[in-house]
């Protein structure tokens, strides 16, 4: 078992940074991939990006390519999502999730709600325009 909290979300102006972290207790995150989803009002959860904590392997969704980057830190069992050039649209409930990693397979593939096991319970990320 895997909990995982997530941190970091707050109110931000359009063009600003913030940095969303995910901290896992129970266990390590070896041998995981932890993906960010977000889910807006209204909408459905979205797939933001995924790592693999094992090779640092990342890939990500369209919209946030470019602004967006995922990063581990061995030492604090944390990923961070690393948010650049927010725009209103990014405003959502940020959510990390942990999967058991399958190594012979791309973490592009891991794009799914329902590819991960472990959920966080979201932390709200407010852009304004």
């Known amino acids: 078992q895997v909990h995982l909290v997530e941190s970091g979300g707050g109110l931000v102006q359009a063009g600003g940074s913030l940095r969303l972290s995910c901290a896992a207790s129970?266990?390590?995150?070896?041998?995981?991939?932890i993906g960010w989803f977000r889910q807006a009002p209204g909408k459905g959860r979205e797939f933001v990006g995924v790592?693999?904590?094992?090779?640092?392997?990342?890939y990500y969704a369209g919209s946030v390519k470019g602004r967006f980057t995922i990063s581990r830190d061995y030492a604090k069992n944390t990923v961070y999502l690393q948010m650049n050039s927010l725009e209103p649209e990014d405003t959502a409930v940020y959510y990390c999730?942990?999967?058991?990693?399958?190594?012979?397979?791309?973490?592009?593939?891991?794009?799914?709600?329902?590819?991960?096991?472990?959920w966080g319970q979201g932390t709200q990320v407010t852009v304004s325009s």
């Open positions: 999730a942990a999967r058991t990693s399958a190594l012979l397979l791309p973490v592009r593939l891991w794009v799914s709600e329902g590819h991960y096991e472990f």
């Open positions: 129970g266990r390590t995150f070896n041998s995981y991939d």
């Open positions: 790592v693999r904590w094992s090779d640092a392997s990342t």
